[in-house]
């Protein structure tokens, strides 16, 4: 019997996850793994290998361990590993047990230990709150002795944050430095399009998916969960990184090519399939954009996951993962740190197993995807360059200006009609009442507390706004950004010009007849 995707995927997950598991529950991991080490490998304690391989297993694999048991096979499988997974945290910071973890040898503990936070991050309820207090505690106390690492100013910066957002998020002391420091240089260090530099320089790698969008996000929204009041505005930070992902997503679902393969370059890359960790993450969050749609990501990530574990053979003789990219016999493609344990990356795009079975993901027909269509003479939505917008970067300063209502009612006013189209909203918490209303958001105008219930009823504040004509409108704001700010670009002493505004037209944006005349347009200069 054929199996189906959502089949496939789990005896997958199963497979990679099953040994690791079922040894470490019993304190039998390091006794059993057979281990590898890349022929590089350099003088550090080798030990680091079974926090490598449990942290990013756990990662990978944590969503999928939140469904709730029912009668299926999948579930008695699922149900085993979270049983399996609960002991072993136990016993990774239990110094009495033999699978202790190796916390606090080396500066590639903080690396792991975040993989761990990670997985507490991603399965809050079922893999963090069930653990016994000694053990929780045990974890907040080993987290917080990493500070004595100083990280590289790498993606190193959000090992720290990860790990510290989630203490935060658990109730335990928390070192926001280490978080604010980080989300500012992610910020410094993004170059566009969803591409981050892994530092000062850009390398041309696949660090933006093993590290960067995933445990940005996860930083941030673990500081919102927590309700952090700090000089960051975590959820503005949390928006704009969304959208980045998003882009970041698009461009991953394009590498898969209709043969089910994906570009082997940069460092790291037995990692496997974590290159596609942020599109999986968009799936699991149901945060894919609109140019993707479910069945054609599945198809995509299923086809990938066939050509690389159907057709070559990626484990050892004890069923562990073994050094390479597409089968065991590429050990020269290690870096100098890869062990097998670190292999366990793959396991990050497995995330939207999380996403219960009668989930759209999985019941959705299997679409052509990007590759697919363009390579067969089918219609594809062509690709663009993505920024982020000048209504997003004017909403978010004011959303940090005090006593702006009315700025944001203008801004709106301006935009509205581009609003139902955009990647923003002045209905999140950045817009003020009547702006929400203006959305369709609930929001109460005025201060009826002390009114009788009587006097309430029937009395409906958003009537103060008429959808129709709003919507029925044309457009109010067009905007045409088409090129970056420079020297050349006319400045606020004169926005148009002296000259007529067809000339300015045909200068910066490609002639007067690209411009819809009947739109009004506004030039704003900051």
């Known amino acids: 019997v054929q199996q189906s995707d959502r089949q496939y995927w789990c005896s997958l997950a199963y497979k990679m996850a099953q040994p690791v598991l079922e040894n470490m529950a019993k304190g039998e991991l390091q006794k059993n793994m057979q281990t590898e080490f890349s022929p590089s490998f350099d003088n550090r304690n080798k030990k680091v290998l079974y926090m490598e391989c449990f942290g990013r297993l756990m990662a990978g694999v944590a969503p999928w361990l939140t469904l709730p048991d029912d009668a299926t096979a999948e579930s008695k499988q699922r149900k085993q590993l979270r049983e399996w997974a609960?002991?072993?945290?136990?016993?990774?910071?239990?110094?009495?047990?033999?699978?202790?973890?190796?916390?606090?040898?080396?500066?590639?503990?903080?690396?792991?230990?975040?993989?761990?936070?990670?997985?507490?991050?991603?399965?809050?309820?079922?893999?963090?709150?069930?653990?016994?207090?000694?053990?929780?505690?045990?974890?907040?106390?080993?987290?917080?002795?990493?500070?004595?690492?100083?990280?590289?100013?790498?993606?190193?910066?959000l090992f720290s944050s990860t790990i510290e957002?989630?203490?935060?998020?658990?109730?335990?002391?928390?070192?926001?430095?280490?978080?604010?420091?980080?989300?500012?240089?992610?910020?410094?260090?993004?170059?566009?399009?969803?591409?981050?530099?892994?530092?000062p320089s850009f390398a041309f790698d696949y660090y933006s998916s093993y590290v960067f969008h995933p445990m940005y996000l996860?930083?941030?929204?673990?500081?919102?969960?927590?309700?952090?009041?700090?000089?960051?505005?975590?959820?503005?930070?949390?928006?704009?990184?969304?959208?980045?992902?998003?882009?970041?997503?698009?461009i991953l679902e394009r590498f898969i090519s209709p043969e089910g393969t994906f570009p082997a370059f940069g460092r790291s890359i037995p990692y496997r399939?974590?290159?596609?960790?942020?599109?999986?993450?968009?799936?699991?969050?149901?945060?894919?954009?609109?140019?993707?749609?479910?069945?054609?990501?599945?198809?995509?990530?299923?086809?990938?996951?066939?050509?690389?574990?159907?057709?070559?053979?990626?484990?050892?003789?004890?069923?562990?993962?073994?050094?390479?990219?597409?089968?065991?016999?590429?050990?020269?493609?290690?870096?100098?740190?890869?062990?097998?344990?670190?292999?366990?990356?793959t396991t990050l795009a497995f995330m939207p197993l999380g996403l219960p079975?009668?989930?759209?993901?999985?019941?959705?027909?299997?679409?052509?995807?990007?590759?697919?269509?363009?390579?067969?003479?089918?219609?594809?939505?062509?690709?663009?360059?993505?920024?982020?917008?000048?209504?997003?970067?004017?909403?978010?300063?004011?959303?940090?200006?005090?006593?702006?209502d009315y700025l944001k009612i203008w801004l709106q006013n301006l935009a509205v009609k581009a609003e139902y189209k955009g990647d923003y909203s002045f209905a999140d918490g950045k817009g003020n009442g009547l702006c929400h209303l203006v959305c369709g958001a609930d929001a109460n105008l005025w201060n009826n507390s002390f009114l009788a219930p009587a006097y309430l009823e029937g009395f409906d504040a958003t009537a103060v706004v008429d959808a129709a004509v709003l919507h029925n409108d044309t457009p109010v704001m067009q905007f045409k950004h088409r090129f970056s700010y420079d020297a050349e670009t006319p400045d606020e002493e004169d926005p148009a010009g002296a000259d007529d505004i067809d000339d300015i037209d045909e200068k910066y944006y490609g002639g007067a007849d690209d411009i819809d005349e009947d739109v009004p347009r506004v030039i704003m200069t900051f």
Request: aromatic letters at 14%.
């Open 86 to 157: 609960l002991a072993s945290y136990k016993n990774a910071v239990d110094p009495q047990s033999p699978d202790y973890l190796c916390w606090g040898i080396g500066g590639q503990n903080l690396v792991d230990a975040a993989y761990i936070a990670e997985s507490f991050l991603r399965a809050y309820d079922t893999l963090w709150k069930p653990l016994d207090d000694v053990t929780k505690k045990r974890y907040l106390t080993e987290f917080a002795k990493l500070r004595h690492i100083d990280p590289p100013y790498t993606n190193w910066l």
């Open 165 to 199: 957002s989630f203490m935060a998020k658990a109730g335990g002391d928390f070192d926001e430095y280490r978080v604010n420091s980080a989300c500012r240089k992610v910020e410094e260090w993004y170059v566009g399009d969803g591409w981050y530099a892994d530092g």
């Open 218 to 250: 996860e930083t941030l929204q673990a500081m919102v969960d927590a309700k952090v009041n700090s000089r960051l505005d975590y959820q503005k930070y949390y928006d704009r990184e969304l959208k980045r992902c998003q882009k970041y997503s698009i």
């Open 273 to 345: 399939m974590a290159t596609m960790q942020p599109l999986a993450l968009m799936a699991w969050y149901q945060k894919l954009p609109k140019d993707l749609s479910n069945g054609q990501v599945r198809a995509a990530l299923t086809k990938v996951l066939h050509r690389m574990f159907d057709q070559q053979n990626n484990f050892n003789e004890k069923g562990y993962l073994s050094i390479g990219f597409c089968g065991n016999s590429q050990k020269d493609v290690a870096d100098w740190y890869t062990n097998n344990g670190s292999l366990y990356m």
């Open 357 to 404: 079975a009668d989930h759209p993901f999985w019941t959705d027909a299997a679409q052509p995807w990007t590759q697919v269509k363009a390579w067969n003479n089918q219609q594809f939505p062509k690709d663009h360059h993505w920024k982020d917008e000048i209504v997003t970067k004017v909403l978010n300063r004011l959303g940090s200006m005090q006593n702006s």
